[in-house]
């Protein structure tokens, strides 16, 4: 007999330099868009994805989080019982990835031991005005136990945001499993054909300022 679908919920944070690009890829990953004339985040607001993947129905939280630096101190506040953090840097600026080392070290003073960690070296469509080797970040990367991928949310063609997301995933849900938490059967849902890591999608926003 097949196993039950087991449901997993999680909540995923975005953070880095403000102007990287953290709110278009979260709307490149949830709604499929890309946006060239975003605002600014203030405080932060989460959009919802389901996707079907190792047999568990996942239900990803992300959070985006300002990165003007006004709002620097209300971080920790988001990182609170993250499942995963994916740290955002643009390849076109140098200062954004020195700071990248101030995101993850104030990420890991403030969030939970087994947080997945993720650096998304963003804005790869711009190859020609790189200011960051992808293997400085790759390097940076191994050396903070990080997954790291190149990702444009503009250029449709790139799949790096949606295997980050699959990737992180798969280790959200090896992390609940290996510590027995939070998983519960999924009820079954009638008439909805479900099939690979992007089948399910039900975006929706909720804005917090606080
Ligand atoms: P804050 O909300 O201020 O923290 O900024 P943010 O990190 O959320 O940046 P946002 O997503 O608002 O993007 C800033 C600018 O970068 C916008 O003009 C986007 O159109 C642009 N941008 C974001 N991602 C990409 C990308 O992958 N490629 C290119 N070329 N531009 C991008």
């Given at each position: 007999?097949?196993e039950?679908p087991?449901?997993v919920?999680?909540?995923?944070v975005v953070?880095?330099?403000t102007?990287?690009g953290?709110?278009?890829?979260?709307?490149?990953y949830?709604?499929?868009k890309?946006?060239m004339?975003?605002?600014?985040?203030?405080?932060?607001?989460?959009?919802?994805k389901?996707l079907?993947l190792e047999?568990?129905r996942?239900t990803?939280q992300?959070w985006?989080?300002?990165?003007?630096?006004r709002?620097?101190?209300?971080g920790?506040?988001y990182?609170?019982?993250?499942?995963?953090?994916i740290?955002v840097?643009?390849?076109t600026s140098?200062?954004?990835?020195?700071?990248?080392?101030?995101?993850?070290?104030e990420l890991?003073k403030?969030?939970d031991?087994?947080?997945?960690l993720?650096?998304?070296c963003?804005?790869?469509?711009?190859?020609g005005?790189r200011?960051?080797?992808?293997?400085?970040?790759?390097?940076?990367?191994e050396?903070?136990?990080?997954?790291?991928y190149e990702?444009?949310?503009?250029?449709?063609a790139?799949?790096?945001?949606e295997d980050l997301?699959?990737?992180?995933s798969?280790?959200?849900?090896?992390?609940k499993?290996?510590s027995?938490g939070?998983?519960v059967?999924?009820?079954?849902?009638?008439?909805v054909q479900?099939?690979g890591?992007?089948?399910?999608d039900a975006p929706?926003?909720?804005?917090?300022?606080?």
């Amino acid at each position: 007999m097949e196993e039950e679908p087991t449901a997993v919920d999680a909540k995923v944070v975005v953070i880095g330099n403000t102007g990287v690009g953290k709110t278009c890829i979260v709307l490149r990953y949830v709604q499929g868009k890309f946006v060239m004339h975003t605002a600014s985040t203030i405080g932060a607001s989460f959009m919802i994805k389901k996707l079907f993947l190792e047999n568990c129905r996942l239900t990803l939280q992300i959070w985006d989080t300002a990165g003007q630096e006004r709002f620097r101190s209300m971080g920790p506040m988001y990182y609170r019982g993250a499942a995963a953090a994916i740290v955002v840097f643009d390849i076109t600026s140098e200062d954004s990835f020195t700071q990248l080392h101030q995101w993850v070290d104030e990420l890991r003073k403030n969030s939970d031991e087994n947080i997945v960690l993720a650096i998304a070296c963003n804005k790869c469509d711009l190859s020609g005005q790189r200011a960051v080797a992808f293997k400085r970040a790759k390097d940076y990367a191994e050396s903070v136990g990080a997954i790291v991928y190149e990702t444009s949310a503009k250029n449709l063609a790139h799949k790096g945001i949606e295997d980050l997301f699959v990737e992180i995933s798969r280790k959200i849900i090896a992390n609940k499993l290996s510590s027995g938490g939070a998983m519960v059967p999924a009820a079954p849902k009638d008439g909805v054909q479900l099939d690979g890591a992007a089948a399910e999608d039900a975006p929706s926003r909720s804005r917090c300022g606080c």
